[in-house]
């Protein structure tokens, strides 16, 4: 799905992060320290001019994206 949104954005490179800490999962909690380490250590290697995430409240609330929001804030 966030591969679709970067397409029909016209965004070129589009980096979805999967890691086996973070299942998906509306029961999981994710921890933001790992989430901040691999986002930085992800920016850190490429050059890019945003980070594009979900809202404070993420989509219905769901805590892998709220959790998102808090990691790249």
């Known amino acids: 799905m966030i591969s679709n949104y970067c ?3 016209g965004m070129k490179d589009c980096k979805v992060i999967d ?3 973070l299942p998906d999962g509306m029961r999981t909690n994710w921890d933001i320290i790992l989430m901040q380490e691999l986002l930085y250590e992800y920016m850190s290697k490429n ?3 945003a980070v594009i995430t979900f ?12 959790a998102c929001h ?3 804030k």
């Open 7 to 9: 397409f029909l954005q």
């Open 19 to 21: 890691h086996p800490q």
């Open 47 to 49: 050059n890019f001019d």
């Open 55 to 66: 809202g404070p409240n993420g989509v219905s609330g769901h805590t892998n994206h709220r």
């Open 70 to 72: 808090h990691a790249v």
